[in-house]
């Protein structure tokens, strides 16, 4: 079993910046972290991901220059970072973790989920 936390969602003006954080409890030794997000009428969406091992990481191209993923594996938690936020960045974001090597693309690859944070981008 895998706890997931998320921490940092909160209202934003246009440009401005914040940082999320997902600390992970319980069986820790998953292979990918992942952030996602889902606005009211769309599907959940990957943001970025990374690798608790090598620290690798994927973003989509819709964030990618913008937000970073990071881990701090001492602490067991990852952050993504967001920056030059607009208020198409709106939505409910969530930490999840898949266990083992394979896809992680989707939403249905991910095993644990963490119960999501509001990130709010006015205009």
């Known amino acids: 079993q895998v706890s997931l936390v998320e921490s940092g969602g909160g209202l934003v003006q246009t440009g401005g910046s914040l940082r999320l954080s997902c600390a992970a409890s319980g069986r820790t030794f998953s292979t990918y972290m992942g952030w996602f997000r889902q606005a009211p009428g769309k599907e959940r969406e990957l943001l970025a991901a990374?690798?608790?091992?090598?620290?690798?990481?994927y973003y989509a191209d819709s964030v990618k220059g913008r937000f970073t993923i990071s881990r701090d594996s001492a602490e067991n938690t990852v952050y993504l970072q967001m920056n030059s936020l607009k208020p198409e960045d709106t939505a409910v974001y969530y930490c999840?973790?898949?266990?083992?090597?394979?896809?992680?693309?989707?939403?249905?690859?991910?095993?644990?989920w963490g119960q999501g944070t509001q990130v709010t981008v006015s205009s």
């Open positions: 990374i690798t608790w091992r090598s620290g690798s990481t």
């Open positions: 999840a973790t898949r266990l083992y090597s394979g896809s992680y693309y989707y939403a249905r690859d991910y095993n644990y």
